[in-house]
């Protein structure tokens, strides 16, 4: 018999949530159905994760485990997780309760619906006021110039369809910003609505991770900011060509003698500033080409427990 539905959860430090996290996908999977799996991919984590999931897999066969040899990251993570999955549907979420799993059975249904893809969008954010801001700034920014029409506000929490688990699975690429790449797949897509609450335990993710999952998700849906280099060469070349042509004619025709130290120090300042920033944005693709091109593989498996 076909197994029905795979849950997929990263842990990095999660020990204060594992506990909690587990009865409630538990609960919520016996009004949903029997035929589930729940793949913990530890990520490396250096706190009790692991003691406590490892108890808990061997007396639950529902419960699997993946183990990183060290912290690869949350989107290589979640590649494991759909990689050994052999639900026909698949949910992703994570460990912190952020993502309520109640919500699963919602959105369980809807899939049956005939959606390849169910998301969950987050309505009331309990974050911080700033971290609010930098979300709702990011996903207007992405929206504005990506390639690609996203869903506002929907992060990883989804389930999706085999088919769909499939396609990304198979992608070539490395970097894979996954909420991008589930909405490029296309195919049948809806969101679910559902109230995003705070971290249940732990820290919440340091900015500079946030900074970076920016980043990729812009990179690899994004030419603009590429663009954004050309065309402020352009405008300053044509900035510069007046300027020579206003000097020149001050100097043949006014002599005004020497003059001009402040506003040659401040313009090779200010073209000093821009050529690095887009040096800086050329280097935020080419790292990534080369990342991807030495075609090492996305994450290391020291353990798996519970496959059987
Ligand atoms: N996570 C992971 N590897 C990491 C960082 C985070 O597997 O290097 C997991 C983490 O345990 C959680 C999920 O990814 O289940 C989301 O992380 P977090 O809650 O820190 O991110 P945020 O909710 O702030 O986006
Ligand atoms: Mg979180």
Do not use: C
């Not at 110039?145 to 506000?153: E, N, R, V, Y």
């Amino acid at each position: 018999m076909k197994l029905k539905i795979s849950v997929i959860v990263p842990i990095y430090n999660e020990e204060g949530n594992i506990k909690t996290l587990y009865e409630k996908i538990k609960t919520t999977f016996q009004k949903i159905s029997s035929s589930y799996e729940v793949i913990f991919i530890d990520d490396g984590s250096y706190d009790n994760s692991l003691n406590i999931l490892r108890p808990i897999s061997k007396k639950d066969n529902h419960i699997k485990i993946i183990s990183f040899s060290r912290n690869f990251g949350h989107m290589p993570a979640i590649t494991a997780g759909l990689v050994h999955s052999k639900g026909e549907k698949v949910v992703v979420m994570d460990a912190d309760l952020q993502d309520p799993p109640h919500i699963i059975e919602k959105m369980y249904k809807k899939s049956l619906q005939g959606y390849d893809v169910v998301y969950g969008v987050k309505r009331k954010r309990k974050e911080s006021f700033v971290r609010k801001f930098l979300f709702k700034s990011f996903y207007k920014l992405f929206d504005k110039i990506s390639f690609l029409k996203m869903p506002i506000d929907a992060g990883t929490f989804s389930i999706l369809d085999r088919k769909i688990v499939n396609i990304i699975i198979d992608l070539p690429e490395k970097n894979k910003y996954f909420s991008g790449l589930r909405a490029w797949t296309g195919f049948k897509q809806t969101g679910v609505i559902y109230e995003r609450s705070k971290r249940y335990a732990g820290n919440e993710a340091s900015f500079s991770r946030l900074f970076k999952l920016a980043m990729d998700g812009i990179v690899s849906f994004s030419f603009v900011p590429l663009r954004i280099a050309s065309i402020l060469g352009f405008i300053f070349s044509g900035f510069a060509f007046v300027l020579i042509v206003i000097l020149f004619i001050l100097k043949f025709f006014i002599n005004l003698g020497i003059m001009g130290w402040t506003s040659t120090i401040s313009s090779i300042l200010f073209m000093g500033g821009v050529q690095l920033i887009t040096l800086g944005i050329i280097g935020e693709y080419l790292a990534r080409i080369y990342d991807e091109v030495k075609k090492r593989p996305e994450y290391l498996i020291h353990q798996k427990i519970g496959f059987h």
